[in-house]
DNA sequence: TCCATATGTCCAGAATACTGGAAATGTTAC
DNA sequence: GTAACATTTCCAGTATTCTGGACATATGGA
């Protein structure tokens, strides 16, 4: 991820009707939804919704697949998690937020210090 | 962090001169930096500068004070994590980014699959 | 007080983004 | 082939954002 993509990506993330439509994907899963659903679900346009989805397509964001008529869209989680990585690693301090990978489990690893208040809520 | 604070931040990044400024107050840390070195350092305009910085206040991402003559900004790592966390939280599924909080060490630890891989393989 | 410095505010022109009606494309069923 | 369906593309009107010149405000020093 370089600075270009994540300002697109950032882009993508900025527009309500879009960030709707990503975290309505995200329940959605691997298998995604098509775009017509998401349109009915979310009460947009098909155009605008058509618009939205492509900007976001072309961030990188969501892939789609044709299936029958219908064209499924799908959230990119692994970009998703590529624009973390890049917050953390080019956007932060190694006092705030490190980063490591664990190659045994295939992941990454991120500590993000409460830096000032602790949060209270999840244990 | 709700969506509206995360829209706000969403778009303050998404813009490459704000972006080039959050990333080099970054590299000043706690201490800050005035908002005239800034304006050297990335040859921009003082007002089109103070454009930005005040955006950037207002959506959480920076804060600053006024130290004699000069207005010193800095960044919000706490908020920054907390869009961090927001993503993970409220963007993203449990099989590819998981977020737990470590009381003892005061931090949150996240856990971001490698998903280029099949999904199944976390345990 | 008066001046230099540091930064913010006002403003208007230019550029960019968003929206949704209408038409076009692609797909399946009959 | 034709019709119904799913989605995209085209387009133009509207809204929003970005930019930097000109001016305003705040601070410290002589």
């Known amino acids: 991820m370089d600075i270009?993509?994540?300002l697109a990506a950032f882009d993508?993330?900025?527009?309500?009707?879009?960030?709707r439509?990503?975290?309505?994907?995200?329940?959605?899963?691997?298998?995604?939804?098509p775009a017509g659903t998401l349109s009915e679900s979310?009460?947009?346009?098909?155009?605008t919704l058509s618009f939205h989805l492509s900007h976001?397509?072309?961030?990188g964001l969501v892939v789609s697949r044709r299936e029958g008529r219908s064209i499924i869209y799908r959230a990119?989680?692994?970009?998703?998690?590529?624009?973390?990585?890049?917050?953390?690693?080019?956007?932060?301090?190694a006092e705030f937020a490190s980063i490591r990978n664990d190659h045994k489990r295939k992941c990454s690893i991120i500590e993000l210090s409460h830096?000032?208040?602790?949060?209270e809520n999840i244990s």
Not at 77 to 93: A, K, N, T
Not at 115 to 119: D, E, I, L, S, Y
Request: glycine letters at 6%; proline letters at 4%; aromatic letters at 10%.
């Open 21 to 33: 439509v990503f975290r309505l994907l995200v329940e959605y899963g691997q298998a995604g939804a």
């Open 12 to 19: 993508t993330l900025s527009q309500e009707t879009r960030l």
């Open 115 to 119: 830096c000032c208040q602790p949060k």
């Open 56 to 59: 976001m397509s072309h961030a």
């Open 76 to 93: 990119n989680f692994e970009f998703f998690s590529g624009l973390i990585r890049y917050m953390v690693e080019d956007c932060c301090r």
């Open 42 to 47: 979310l009460h947009i346009p098909h155009n």
């Open 4 to 6: 270009k993509e994540a």
